[in-house]
C-alpha cells in the first residue's frame, strides 16, 4: 500500500506564459488533515487545479490511490475519489438544496445516492430542513454547508476544501472548523487550503506554507505555531 494517499512531486502549472507552481511538492497520508497555507497570490488554487484536472501539469507528478493521475480528465479524478470543492463554493443558485446536493452523485447508482443523501443530511442536519429551498436564498453559511455535502455526495477519498471560510461571520467559521474536525474523527482525509492560519493549525496534523509558487515552510502543525517565520509573515507577531 503507497504511504501517501496524495503525493504531488515536483509539479510545474500555469496560465499561458505565467509560470505560478516552481516545483511544489506536497503529500497527505490516509486518514490526514493537511493544512496548505498561504497569501492570495501563492498558487494554493492553481495547485488544486492542477491536482483536480481542470488545469494540466507542465513537469511533475501528481500521484492519487497509489495511481498516476497526471494528466487524467477531471471525471476521471472524481471517480477514482478526489473531490475538490471550489473557492467561491460554485453552487448552483436556482436549483434546489436538494438537487445541489444529487449533482455531486451523479456517478454513484440510485439506490446508492438515497442511502449517501442521508447520511450528508445526517452531518447537516439544518440542510434537511430546507432541501426544497432554492440555495440563491441561502446565507453563504448555508451555501456553504451545500457545497461540502455537495463534495461529500461523491464519497470522496479525500477532499481538498478551497478557503471554506472564506466569507463566514466568525461563529460561522468556528462552526466549519468544528465540521472539518468531525469528518476528520470519522476518517475522512482532507486538504484544507486556507488563510486562516490559527483555525487551520489547530485541526490539521501536518501543513506546507505557500510563497510564489513554491513551499517555503512545512512540518507537524503544532511545531509550525510557534515558528518565527510564520508568526512574522501570517501573524504579525
Given at each position: 500500500m503507497a504511504e501517501f494517499l496524495l503525493e504531488v512531486a515536483g509539479l510545474h502549472a500555469g496560465y499561458g506564459a505565467f509560470q505560478v507552481l516552481h516545483g511544489m511538492q506536497l503529500a497527505v497520508a490516509p486518514g490526514e488533515v493537511v493544512a496548505l497555507l498561504g497569501a492570495?497570490?501563492?498558487?494554493?488554487?492553481t495547485l488544486n487545479r492542477t491536482v483536480s484536472g481542470l488545469l494540466r501539469a507542465r513537469?511533475?507528478?501528481?500521484?492519487?490511490?497509489?495511481?498516476?493521475?497526471?494528466?487524467?480528465?477531471?471525471?476521471?479524478?472524481?471517480?477514482?475519489?478526489?473531490?475538490?470543492?471550489?473557492?467561491?463554493?460554485?453552487?448552483?443558485?436556482?436549483?434546489?438544496?436538494?438537487?445541489?446536493?444529487?449533482?455531486?452523485?451523479?456517478l454513484r447508482g440510485r439506490a446508492d445516492r438515497a442511502d449517501t443523501l442521508d447520511s450528508v443530511l445526517q452531518t447537516?442536519?439544518?440542510?434537511?430542513?430546507?432541501?426544497?429551498?432554492?440555495?440563491?436564498?441561502?446565507?453563504?453559511?448555508?451555501?456553504?454547508?451545500?457545497?461540502i455535502g455537495r463534495g461529500l455526495m461523491s464519497r470522496p477519498k479525500l477532499l481538498i476544501l478551497d478557503e471554506p471560510s472564506l466569507g463566514l461571520s466568525p461563529l460561522l467559521v468556528e462552526e466549519l472548523f468544528a465540521l472539518i474536525g468531525r469528518l476528520h474523527a470519522?476518517?475522512?482525509?482532507?486538504?484544507?487550503?486556507?488563510?486562516?492560519?490559527?483555525?487551520?493549525?489547530?485541526?490539521?496534523?501536518?501543513?506546507?506554507?505557500?510563497?510564489?509558487?513554491?513551499?517555503?515552510?512545512?512540518?507537524e502543525a503544532a511545531a509550525l505555531l510557534s515558528?518565527?517565520?510564520?508568526?512574522?509573515?501570517?501573524?504579525?507577531?
Open positions: 492570495n497570490g501563492a498558487g494554493k488554487t513537469a511533475g507528478r501528481v500521484a492519487f490511490a497509489g495511481q498516476d493521475v497526471t494528466g487524467w480528465d477531471p471525471a476521471a479524478i472524481v471517480r477514482a475519489g478526489l473531490i475538490h470543492v471550489p473557492e467561491g463554493r460554485k453552487i448552483f443558485p436556482n436549483l434546489t438544496v436538494r438537487d445541489n446536493l444529487l449533482l455531486g452523485a451523479y447537516f442536519p439544518r440542510l434537511r430542513e430546507r432541501l426544497g429551498q432554492t440555495v440563491g436564498s441561502m446565507s453563504g453559511g448555508e451555501q456553504q454547508m451545500v457545497a470519522g476518517g475522512l482525509s482532507i486538504l484544507l487550503v486556507e488563510q486562516n492560519v490559527l483555525q487551520s493549525l489547530a485541526v490539521a496534523g501536518r501543513a506546507y506554507v505557500m510563497e510564489h509558487g513554491r513551499v517555503a515552510l512545512e512540518g515558528d518565527s517565520r510564520l508568526k512574522a509573515a501570517y501573524l504579525g507577531m
